[in-house]
Nanobody
Framework: QVQLVESGGGLVQAGGSLRLSCTAS????????VGWFRQPPGKQREIVAQ????????WYGYRMRGRFAISRDNAANTAALQMNGLKPEDTAIYYC????????????????WGQGTQVTVSS
């Protein structure tokens, strides 16, 4: 079993940047595809991005393409989400998740979840 802890959330002005981190323990994160999800207030959780365990293939939700970048550091057992050009509509709780599936773009494909970190973007 792998435990995930997110960090790096906070309050930022529109146009600003934040870098979220996901730290894993229990098992090597290199064995899992890592996904970032978000849940805006009053809305359903949606996928932001994912990076596969094999070959590091990435996939982004269409609203995040060109602004967000997902990465992983298997040696450090961490993953990150760099968010640039933030907009008020990016306000949400952001979750890190791990999947044994190589390409996982659906919430149900993820086996392990962090507790989430709040990102608030002011206008």
């Amino acid at each position: 079993q792998v435990q995930l802890v997110e960090s790096g959330g906070g309050l930022v002005q529109a146009g600003g940047s934040l870098r979220l981190s996901c730290t894993a323990s229990g098992r090597a994160l290199s064995r899992y595809t890592v996904g970032w999800f978000r849940q805006p207030p009053g809305k359903q959780r949606e996928i932001v991005a994912q990076i596969s365990w094999d070959e590091g293939r990435t996939w982004y939700g269409y609203r995040m393409r060109g602004r967000f970048a997902i990465s992983r550091d298997n040696a450090a057992n961490t993953a990150a989400l760099q968010m640039n050009g933030l907009k008020p509509e990016d306000t949400a709780i952001y979750y890190c998740a791990a999947s044994i599936t190589s390409i996982a773009t659906e919430e149900g494909q993820y086996n392990y979840w962090g507790q989430g970190t709040q990102v608030t973007v002011s206008s």
